[in-house]
């Protein structure tokens, strides 16, 4: 069993950055880690994700070049670096663990996920 665990989420304002962290505890091996996020009214999206063995990561068009995707494989940790946000950032976000397969974007692979952590980007 696993449980997935996200902190570092808060208010920041619109430019500024964050860093999320998703840690892993119990069964830690993983194909591939991925961030999602909802926004209020709107249905769950892919941020990112990173193949756990291989590092090869994936985004999202709307957070390529300003979101990065990072393991540390010591920790059972993975990151997700969220610089120059907007209010359209604004969301929970969701770590996620995809055990068996290799797709970045469908949520409907990934097996477990966080509790998530709330992110505001205000103007």
């Known amino acids: 069993q696993v449980q997935l665990v996200e902190s570092g989420g808060g208010l920041v304002q619109a430019g500024g950055s964050l860093r999320l962290s998703c840690a892993a505890s119990?069964?830690?091996?993983?194909?591939?880690m991925g961030w999602f996020r909802q926004a209020p009214g709107k249905e769950r999206e892919f941020v990112a994700a990173i193949n756990w063995s291989t590092g090869t990561r994936g985004y999202a068009d709307s957070v390529k070049g300003r979101f990065t995707i990072s393991r540390d494989n010591a920790k059972n940790l993975v990151y997700l670096q969220m610089n120059s946000l907007e209010p359209a950032d604004t969301a929970v976000y969701y770590c996620?663990?995809?055990?068996?397969?290799?797709?970045?974007?469908?949520?409907?692979?990934?097996?477990?996920w966080g509790q998530g952590t709330q992110v505001t980007v205000s103007s």
């Open positions: 119990g069964r830690t091996f993983s194909a591939v």
């Open positions: 996620a663990l995809n055990l068996g397969g290799s797709t970045f974007e469908s949520a409907y692979e990934y097996d477990y």
